[in-house]
Every structure is written in C-alpha cells, then in structure tokens.
C-alpha cells in the first residue's frame, strides 16, 4: 500500500516510483530522484484498548463515522510515551475514565490502512464523560459483543476466550461494511477500522 505521498520532505522535488536493490532484493518505492531520499511507507502503530467499567466493555461511535456503528477505543502512540502509556492517555482524552490495571492482549497486522494495531485490556474507573470526537458509548457484557475477522475483531476475539467466552464473529453479508473516515492527527480516536453495530464491537 502506497500512501498519498507525492513530494519528498528534504528537497520538495516530486517523487516517482523507482526499482532499486535492497537487502530483500529488487523492490520498488517512492524515490527522490534528486536527493535520493526514500519514502519506506513502514506501517504505523495504532493503541486499542478493549475498556473494562464495571464487568462491562465499552464501546463507542466515532462521530465522523458515516453509519451508527461502535468500535473499541483506539489512537495513535505519540512520540516520547511508551504503547501502555498511549493507551491510557487514549482511554482518559476519549472517556474521561482512569486506568487502574492494563494487559497486553495481541499485535495485529491492518494491512488495509497499513498499520500494526496493539490492543490492550484496560480495567478502567470513574464517570464516562465522551470527548467531541465520539457521540455515544454503549456498555455491553462481554458476551453481548461480536467481533470482526481483523484487526481489533481479533484481539477482542482473543479477550473473549481468555474470559471463558467463544467469540461470536459478524457476517459482512448481513452487516455492510462501513466506510471508515481518514485517521485525525492521533489526538484521538482515528477511525482506522470499521466498527460494528450497535451492540457489537469493532
């Protein structure tokens, strides 16, 4: 996957689409004919957070999403903080709620936004009090919530066994997948993945 990335950020010259030889072979990038800058397009990492409030997982609705569908909470690792620490400032900007404990449950592969997405369980207190970027928050029993076949679909999938619970996985033939909004400046919630519907998880 290429991203839109059309001019090289040293010299401003536009890029092109050049073969050259690198350590796996001949491989084909984003090149500054000029400076010989190279676009390596690495995947980003992505915070998620599968939040538990009182024996119940949060979920909620990005409010750029076109459809009314909920998904974890996720954001983009700031440079200077550590993944555990991302997550809980993710989970306090989003939701106003505190961490007391934090586990890591799976790195996952987003190969469609080209991201890596670590997803943690969070076992959080306190008031929900949903910043601008979500308009509303379900809580649901872990075993009320379905999963989707990728990304944080997986890692809740993971969580729900580890619970004693046998993940139940949405069929995309009766639930359209929804058009997710460009990712934000990772100040919040990015909106990297399809959610679910109401009632189900991303």
């Known amino acids: 996957m290429i991203t839109e990335y059309r001019f090289c950020p040293i010299c401003a010259s ?3 689409l050049r073969s050259e030889l690198e350590d796996a072979g001949l ?3 984003l090149r500054c004919p000029a400076c010989d800058f190279t676009h390596w397009n690495n995947p980003t990492p992505v915070l998620a957070a599968i939040v538990e409030l009182d024996g119940h997982v949060l979920l909620a609705r ?3 999403w076109q459809h009314r569908m909920m998904g974890l909470i ?3 690792m700031e440079a200077g903080e550590t993944p555990e620490q991302g997550i809980a400032r993710e989970i306090g900007e989003e939701t106003g709620l505190s961490v007391s404990a934090l586990a890591l449950v799976g790195v996952h592969d987003f190969q469609r936004m080209n ?3 670590i997803t943690y369980h ?11 970027e979500l308009a509303e928050y379900r809580l649901l029993r872990p075993e009320q919530v379905k999963c989707w076949r990728a990304g944080t679909g997986l890692a809740l999938a993971d969580w729900l066994r580890s619970r004693g619970h046998e993940p139940v996985f949405m069929e995309w033939a009766s639930a359209a997948e ?5 990712p934000d400046d990772g100040a919040g919630q ?6 679910a519907p109401p009632g189900q998880a991303a």
């Open 14 to 16: 536009p890029l092109a």
């Open 27 to 29: 491989t084909e990038r």
């Open 62 to 64: 990005n409010a750029a």
């Open 74 to 76: 996720t954001g983009f």
């Open 115 to 117: 991201q890596v997405i």
């Open 122 to 132: 969070a076992v959080a207190h306190g008031e929900v009090r949903l910043s601008p």
């Open 178 to 182: 929804p058009s997710a909004p460009a």
């Open 190 to 195: 990015p909106g990297l993945h399809p959610s």
